[in-house]
Each structure stands twice: as structure tokens, then as C-alpha cells.
């Protein structure tokens, strides 16, 4: 099998995608959810340190562009909730 990963060793890796094929399906789940949720962290952390001087609604209107690849969406987002009383 070819190395997927350019920084990690064959066996290395091989060892790990054994690991994650003995997973249960509930276990590989888990994983997925845990890396999204760190990426979700890790962009919003991204913004906050890249934009200070924005409004806390500019950097959610840039977090949801981001993450949905859409600004009129991000637009309609922010103003749901605003209509909602949530800022």
C-alpha cells in the first residue's frame, strides 16, 4: 500500500488504519465528530486572533462564510439571530 501521509512513517501508518478498521462504526464516528469540532474550534480561534478590531457579529458572519463557503447564508444566519433576540 502506497503512504498516504508524506510525514509519517509506512509502518507507522499502516498500524494506525489498522487501528481504525478494528473501530467500531460508533468509535469511528466519535473520531469524525471530534475532528470536526476541533476544526470548528481551531477556525473560530483562527478569527478571533486574525480579526480583533471586528464587531463579535463580523466574525460570525465570517466563521459561517467560511465554514459554508456562502456570505449571503452567513448574512441570513446573523440576521435569524438577531430576529431571535440571540445579539
Known sequence: MKTLSSDTHRKAEQFQIG???KATIFRRLQMVVS???????????????????????????????LLY???SLA?????LVKEKGGR
Open 19 to 21: 487501528l481504525i478498521r
Open 75 to 79: 448574512r441570513r444566519i446573523r440576521d
Open 35 to 65: 475532528l470536526s469540532k476541533t476544526t470548528r474550534q481551531l477556525s473560530w480561534q483562527g478569527i478571533c486572533e486574525r480579526y480583533p478590531e471586528e464587531t463579535l457579529d463580523a466574525r460570525i458572519q465570517r466563521f459561517v462564510s
Open 69 to 71: 463557503k456562502d456570505a
